[in-house]
Every structure is written in C-alpha cells, then in structure tokens.
C-alpha cells in the first residue's frame, strides 16, 4: 500500500554521497572545547560498512557522524568560556533539567547523550543474549520474545520523535520496565523534570499535575520530587532512536516498522548486561553516584 512512498535503497545510495562535507559553522570551537563526537566500538567498521543488514554507510554518517557532530558543536558553542565547558553532556542534562531558560544546553546535552546512548548498543553482527540476561528477561518479560513484541509495538506506536528504552528498576529487584521519552526526553531519575513519558500533545495540564509529570518546560518542571514519575529509581539499559532521520533515509516513509525489526537483530546484549550488571553493583550507592558513573560518562 505505501511501497509508492518508500526510496529504494540503492537509488538513495546513489543519491547520497557524503564524500565532500560543508564544514560546519562551529567547527572553530572544536579545538578548544571537550565535547567531542566520541569514537564507538566498532566506529572505523560502521563508518566503512555501516551496521551490516541494519544501516548503510549513508545512514551512519548521517544519523551519527554528521548528527552528533552538529550536536556537539552546538553545545560548545553555548558552553564554551563557561564552567560548563568541561562537563560532560550527561551532567549538564542532569544539572539543567530544571531550569527553563538553559533549555537549549540541556537538549543539545540530552540529544548528544542519548544518540550515543542508542549506537553505543549495535553491533555488526548478531550477539546472543547471554543466559544470565535471558533468565532476568524471563522472570520480568515472560519470555525475550515477549518483550520484544512489547519493546518494538511501543516504539512504532510513537508519534514522533525520541527514544525507547528499556530500564532496570532499582527500586523494584531488577525488574524491566519499558520507557518512552519524547523529543530530547531523557530517562534518567535525577532529570527527572524532563523525562517526558508522556506524550504532551495527549496530555492536559490537569492530568500532568496529578500524575506528577512534566512537559518540557513549565509550571510542574520546577516542582518535582527527587525521583521521576511514581518515585521510581529505573535506569537505562539499553534504547533504540526514533526519530525520523534515524531510519528514513534507508527505509523511506513506511519502513519504520522494519528499521525495528533489523535493530532489534544488531543489538549488542554484551554491552545491555554489562549495563544491567553495572546497576546491580551499585544498588547499595546514590541516585547521584549510579548517574554519574554510568550512562553520564559515556561522552
């Protein structure tokens, strides 16, 4: 029904060459600031190969050498000569989640931590679910597929942009829980003001006030608990990209349901346990401590 709008992917190849890049207008800033695009795991492989039966070359330095790039520039073009110059994005989207007038540093943060948060997952090939996972997943979800039905129809169902997340609730024994957050949303306790699990456009002001959650900004962002939504302690393990440029350019207008479909086959479950692991060591620490010395340091 909708083939007539998807953009083959080897004319949009052809389309779509990145060999002569415009440099970027905040490129000068580079030099003197510590906001960098980070190097991935398998970054010299995606930047030659892409993520193999998931992303081409094209999409890859699109949606994160380009993207992140843009991102990080951004932010230091509004950090630098400032304290906040050398803070990692993950900080300063946890130290401005509250505060309406850094807005802009706080999306920039969160933007740039969150798609590092979702590459830093892939892999170029199929990784098994290692077995310690798998029975957490089980005595949680029922079973892995199980949660993956439930992961990949609350990612399609979302009406626009963001991010999906599965998370380890530390208030709850480990249990998996599945997070939507919108636009530059993040999932993070300690921000929570900006969570956004709610889509804001379904959402009244009535309903966000006693739920306890918040929109990007306004009235509720600067009254919350210390905790998110429910005073629940749950972190991110692992996320997948929602927004459209993520998955438009190799699977065109009606392919987002395969774009998650192939992800769900490129996830590096190495990296979402030692995720999980991570949390479970520091059960016993802060909320401040657990942020900061995990998904924060990661840029």
């Known amino acids: 029904m909708f083939s007539r709008f998807a953009r083959p992917q080897s004319a949009l190849r052809a389309a779509s060459s990145f060999s002569a890049k415009p440099t970027s207008a905040f490129s000068r800033f ?21 993520v193999p039966d998931f992303l081409s070359p094209e999409a890859v330095d699109f949606s994160w050498t380009q993207y992140q790039a843009l991102l990080v520039d951004k932010l230091n073009l509004l950090t630098q000569d400032t304290a906040d110059a050398d803070c990692k ?43 310690g996972l798998v029975r957490d ?15 990949l129809a609350a990612a399609s169902s979302m009406f626009g942009p963001g991010f999906v997340w599965l998370t380890k609730n530390l208030d709850r024994e480990g249990m998996l829980q599945i997070l939507c957050t919108y636009s530059a949303g993040t999932p993070y306790p300690n921000a ?33 608990k210390n905790t998110g939504p429910g005073g629940l302690d749950s ?34 479950w190495n990296i979402v346990q030692d995720n999980y692991n991570a949390h479970s060591a520091r059960k016993g620490t802060s909320r401040k401590a657990a942020v900061r010395t995990q998904g924060l340091k990661m840029l």
């Open 137 to 151: 997943i089980n005595d949680t979800c029922s079973s892995v597929e199980s949660l993956k039905l439930d992961f």
């Open 192 to 224: 929570h003001a900006r969570r956004q699990s709610q889509d804001m456009n379904t959402q009244s002001s009535d309903i966000q006030a006693e739920a306890g959650f918040a929109g990007s900004m306004g009235a509720f962002s600067q009254n919350q």
């Open 235 to 268: 972190q991110p393990i692992l996320c997948v990209n929602t927004w459209e440029h993520a998955w438009m350019m190799d699977y065109g207008i009606a392919g987002k349901d395969e774009y998650l479909e192939r992800w769900w086959d490129r996830v590096n």
């Open 89 to 131: 994005p993950g900080e300063l989207l946890v130290k401005y989640s509250r505060r309406p007038e850094m807005a802009s540093v706080f999306n920039y943060a969160s933007m740039a931590h969150n798609n590092h948060f979702f590459y830093n997952c892939l892999s170029p090939t199929n990784v098994a679910i290692p077995e």
């Open 30 to 50: 580079q030099t003197r600031s510590l906001h960098r695009v980070p190097q991935l795991t398998h970054d010299a492989s995606f930047k030659e190969n892409g």
